[in-house]
């Protein structure tokens, strides 16, 4: 099946993040979703067939469900809409592009738990704490924990992997009106889309916002509350004690173990059987989130 690795609009080049195409347009910015997926933060070599579709329409779905809640940086998805020469694109960009606000990005990466796992898991192991919050003891792996934990991290460069920091040392990069802000406001959307989540038979375990000051107002950016951006579990499959299965990335982990890859990169070629199953991962997620079915031509 095809997958968009890369797109090149107009001769114009995007910056590249690991996921995604950002063209420049001065105010505004044309996100485009591509194909790519990466794993331990390498990129594959190849793609999943549509997985680019579905995180912006995931996205999307979450940004008309907040839209009542919070400023975010959307400004229309519908190709027909965007500048020239982006508008005559619809076979790069359909279901995978978002003309957004150009925010500055505030310098950390807001993490909410609800559960304990990844590097939670680890780190309460050792002190009972994550990114320094005291936890009761005795709770097991992948428990629901009594109330969500704001645990920020930094961002990391390129290539290098984030780090968890304690919400003082938020307050020192980003100061402490936009530190309280986005800390209260990313637990309140947590815990409403947690609930809705929840009633369509997916946990959301754990999620990463990111926030950005767009005309002197902080505002939510970038992709929200995807299978890439956070952790989320089937509801029939929970119990708490042991790993839980996750909704995406589950074989291509799986078969990067299977084959020892070095984490330190390059990415591989996934096998098609895997590229796959993933995007029906992908896709199961979408529709079970939306309660949609997934059809955007491809
Ligand atoms: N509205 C916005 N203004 C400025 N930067 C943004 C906005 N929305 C998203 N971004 C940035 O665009 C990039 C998205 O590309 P992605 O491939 O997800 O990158 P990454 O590899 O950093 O996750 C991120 O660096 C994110 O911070
Ligand atoms: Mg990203």
């Known amino acids: 099946m095809d997958t968009v690795l890369q797109t090149a609009i107009a001769g114009k080049q995007p910056s590249r993040g690991k996921v995604r195409d950002i063209y420049d347009l001065g105010d505004k910015l044309l996100i485009v979703a591509t194909d790519r997926i990466s794993a331990f933060d ?57 003309l957004v606000k150009k925010a500055e990005p505030l310098a950390v990466e807001c993490v909410v738990r609800g559960y304990l796992a990844g590097s939670g898991w680890k780190e309460y192991q050792t002190n009972q704490t994550i990114c320094g919050v005291e936890l009761p003891a005795g709770l097991k792996q992948c428990q629901k924990l009594p109330e969500p934990v704001f645990t920020p991290a930094t961002k ?15 307050v020192e990069i980003i100061g402490q009106e936009a530190a309280n802000y986005v800390r209260d406001k990313s637990i309140e959307i947590f815990q409403k889309a947690g609930g809705f989540a929840e009633s369509k038979g997916i946990i959301l375990a754990d999620t990463k916002f990111e926030w950005g000051i767009a005309d002197s107002k902080i505002i939510l950016i970038d992709e929200v509350l995807t299978p890439d951006s956070s952790r989320f579990w089937p509801a029939d499959d929970y119990q708490s004690g042991r790993d839980q299965e996750s909704f995406d990335k589950q074989f291509v982990r799986n078969y990067l173990e299977s084959i020892n890859f070095d984490k330190s990169g390059p990415g591989v070629v996934l096998p098609d059987d895997i590229a796959a199953r993933t995007s029906a991962k992908y896709i199961e997620c979408y529709e079970r989130l939306t309660g949609k079915k997934f059809k955007v031509g491809c």
């Open 156 to 170: 990391a460069e390129f290539g290098q992997h984030d780090e968890n920091i304690g919400f003082q040392q938020c």
């Open 42 to 98: 390498v990129i594959m070599a190849n793609g999943i067939p549509c997985k680019g579709i579905v995180l912006t329409q995931i996205s999307r779905f979450w940004f008309d469900f907040l839209a009542g809640d919070v400023e975010h940086h959307l400004i229309t998805a519908e190709v027909a809409d965007f500048p020239q020469p982006f508008c005559d694109c619809g076979k790069q960009l359909t279901g995978r592009s978002m």
